[in-house]
């Protein structure tokens, strides 16, 4: 089992929290929440050791697209760098939906 931990500068806050994905067979789970400093600190628990240049070459590109400020826990068993990718899309999706007032009705529930 290997931790890793990476930070990227962010220019927005986030204001909703969101899970997706489960840790199982060749999966991960991405949980997202806001952070408290305009930053992104992400931790990834891995179940697979020696491949932080994966991890880092994957997040770098995710966060060359979004500028959200998060912490982010990654619980990986194994995943292929495109479900990361797609489980860190759909976590921000999820967070982004149900923290505007777009994701809400009318007595601002979701």
Do not use: C
């Amino acid at each position: 089992m290997e931790q890793l931990t990476f930070d990227y500068p962010a220019r927005r806050a986030l204001t909703a929290r969101a899970h997706v994905g489960v840790v199982g067979s060749g999966d991960l789970e991405v949980l997202l929440s806001p952070a408290g400093a305009m930053s992104a600190h992400v931790v990834v628990r891995t179940s697979v050791d020696g491949y932080g240049h994966i991890w880092k070459s994957v997040l770098d590109r995710f966060f060359s697209r979004y500028d959200g400020a998060a912490s982010i826990e990654i619980n990986d068993f194994g995943a292929t760098p495109g479900v990361v990718a797609l489980r860190l899309a759909e976590a921000v999706e999820a967070a982004e939906a149900s923290g505007s007032p777009e994701g809400h009705d009318e007595g601002g529930r979701p």
